[in-house]
């Protein structure tokens, strides 16, 4: 069934509380705070204190979701984006008055334990503070943390900050695919109800793009009724639909985060283009000989060297392999390099024929481009038995929705088979080139094209070309 992300609400509040008391119902640490199973006395007090204290934290904001068949909220998050804080008050420790039914000292040492090792880590620095992710079991291993996981990635692309965490040793290899880096851990006493003496805690830590500095957090007023992509703070962040599942077509739409994919990723690009005249050309040794492997650890490191080059994948729901991919790169800072191609051609490349074709349309496009914010569509690409089925357009669809609620355009550069997609999502045919392949070392009078195409977002008047 496919799922999205969705803003929560305050009249989620009692939702909240029956999810937090699921989803940690068996965890060690529950039953240090409390030793028997939550009363309807300890709900009331949590959904009455989260209703108390909503938008009340720094920047706060709580973001979903929801199973778009049945409409259930099946997961949710807190953030809060801390500004560059002064003095001492950052310091203090919070004093929460308990309920009956909590274990006071068990609760209060958990609580200073965790703030006092985050403040110990990140000062008063500004940074993103992830303090809730929560899965209901029953909805688990269906891309719901990963989803979320992604909207706050690119806020903190967006604003340029570090987030930080804390997770079970369990519940860190989902932060770890997304390039968290387990910088400190802490031992909470837990020797009251259990036989371990200590439950080990990790710190995790995702820092932003080293070349940058952090950018202002803006002054957020919390607003119940405020679209999930109105609660990006700077910019609205690419929406990309993580775990949209379609029976149809049988595909699960996500980003690439685990390493292990990129050599996957690779081997559909052969597949995709095994019979494409101009890649064999341009590529006559086969990408110089390397290994799929070798091709896929460039691709990671495109996306590593870059922070806004975002590569997506469609995945078979019934072999769970991938079947296609796309990669695509946004112009957000005028001011800073964009590397949205590795910056070292494989060995044997046909440059003459690279000139005569891609770095020659490049060269237009920078020039109609200049001074914009916009985004690029590098390569999509589709394994041949998936083609035809609507997996294109899925891949797509974040991306250009996204790039409709930034008002940007949008770049393609296509060879004539995918002008039909890409002129039924909106993109409009600006110019082409054309070769004779027999120039380059290919077939005499076998000649190759390749079109741009410009998209407008949504509500803009047509492309001028």
Not at 39 to 57: F, H, L, N, V
Not at 179 to 200: A, G, L, P, Q, Y
């Amino acid at each position: 069934m496919p799922i999205e992300l969705c803003p929560i609400r305050k009249s989620d509040a009692p939702v909240l509380t029956e999810m937090l008391y699921a989803a940690y119902k068996d965890d060690v640490i529950s039953h240090l705070m409390y030793k028997n199973h939550a009363t309807p006395t300890m709900k009331a007090w949590t959904t009455e204190r989260t209703e108390k204290g909503w938008g009340q934290g720094p920047g706060e904001r709580r973001v979903g979701v929801r199973d778009t068949e049945t409409g259930e909220l099946i997961a949710s998050s807190l953030w809060y984006f801390y500004p560059q804080r002064e003095g001492d008050d950052w310091r203090k420790l919070p004093e929460i008055e308990w309920p009956e039914g909590y274990n006071k000292e068990g609760c209060d040492h958990l609580i200073h334990v965790h703030t006092t090792k985050r403040n110990e880590i990140m000062g008063p620095k500004p940074f993103i503070f992830l303090a809730t992710c929560i899965v209901l079991p029953a909805h688990q291993r269906r891309g719901a943390g990963a989803l979320i996981m992604q909207w706050g990635i690119e806020q903190s692309r967006a604003l340029n900050l570090p987030i930080f965490l804390t997770a079970s040793p369990h519940g860190r290899r989902l932060y770890e695919k997304f390039n968290f880096e387990v910088i400190d851990h802490c031992w909470i006493d837990v020797s009251s109800v259990s036989t371990e003496k200590r439950d080990n805690v990790v710190m995790l830590l995702r820092e932003p793009h080293p070349s940058q500095p952090p950018r202002p957090i803006p002054i957020l007023k919390p607003d119940e009724d405020m679209p999930i992509d109105a609660a990006a703070p700077v910019v609205v962040a690419p929406q990309l639909p993580v775990a949209v599942a379609d029976r149809k077509y049988d595909v699960v739409v996500t980003p690439v985060t685990d390493p292990a994919d990129f050599e996957r990723l690779a081997e559909v690009e052969d597949l995709a283009f095994g019979n494409d005249n101009i890649v064999q050309l341009l590529f006559p040794a086969g990408h110089g000989g390397e290994t799929l492997a070798a091709r896929g650890d460039k691709h990671r490191q495109s996306q590593k060297e870059d922070p806004t080059n975002y590569y997506v994948k469609a995945t078979s729901t019934a072999t769970g392999e991938i079947v296609a991919w796309v990669k695509y790169h946004l112009f957000d800072d005028l001011e800073r390099e964009h590397i949205p191609y590795p910056k070292e051609l494989p060995p044997g490349t046909n440059v003459p024929l690279l000139e005569a074709t891609f770095i020659k349309l490049k060269a237009r496009r920078d020039e109609k481009m200049a001074g914009k914010q916009y985004g690029y569509v590098l390569i999509l690409v589709v394994v041949p038995e998936w083609q035809r089925k609507g997996v294109g357009r899925k891949l797509l669809q974040g991306y250009l929705d996204s790039m409709d609620k930034r008002g940007w355009e949008s770049w393609i550069d296509a060879s004539p088979a995918g002008l039909g997609l890409y002129e039924k999502l909106g993109w409009e045919q600006l110019w082409g080139v054309t070769v004779d392949l027999g120039d380059f070392g290919g077939e005499k009078g076998q000649t190759d094209t390749t079109v741009s195409l410009l998209r407008k977002p949504k509500g803009v008047a047509k492309v001028e070309g």
